[in-house]
């Protein structure tokens, strides 16, 4: 089992970042893929997350707006695409998948069954 993010890196206030994950090697389905993220100093929490099969999104509310999430089903690639990127933003984000994600349960850690190993994300002038 093995999510792969790329992406990371430093950006400007103010500007764009795409992150990628890739998913292999699965036991199980997928059933929604997302991002989680863990600023220094503070707990690891949702970003956003995509539904494999109908591509129904959910997101945080601090970064709805400015973020989007989506996904190739044939390629097995989950994006997330990060507009307006603030300070705030500045983590380590962490790519996750699920057997099963509903409105119910999406923002819940212990929802995903496998965790990508991270890549930082910097907002900085």
């Known amino acids: 089992v093995q999510l792969v993010e790329s992406g990371g890196g430093s950006v400007q206030p103010g500007g764009s970042r795409t992150l990628s994950c890739t998913a292999s090697?699965?036991?199980?389905?997928?059933?929604?893929m997302g991002w989680w993220r863990q600023a220094p100093g503070k707990e690891r929490e949702f970003v956003a997350a995509?539904?494999?099969?109908?591509?129904?999104?959910y997101y945080d509310d601090s970064v709805k707006g400015r973020f989007t999430i989506s996904r190739d089903n044939i390629k097995g690639t989950m994006y997330l695409q990060m507009n307006s990127l603030i300070p705030q933003d500045t983590a380590v984000y962490y790519c996750?998948?699920?057997?099963?994600?509903?409105?119910?349960?999406?923002?819940?850690?212990?929802?995903?069954?496998?965790w990508g190993q991270g890549t930082q994300v910097t907002v900085s002038s």
């Open positions: 996750v998948a699920a057997r099963d994600l509903h409105e119910g349960n999406y923002a819940l850690r212990e929802t995903y069954d496998a």
């Open positions: 995509v539904m494999w099969g109908r591509g129904t999104t």
């Open positions: 090697g699965f036991a199980f389905a997928i059933g929604a």
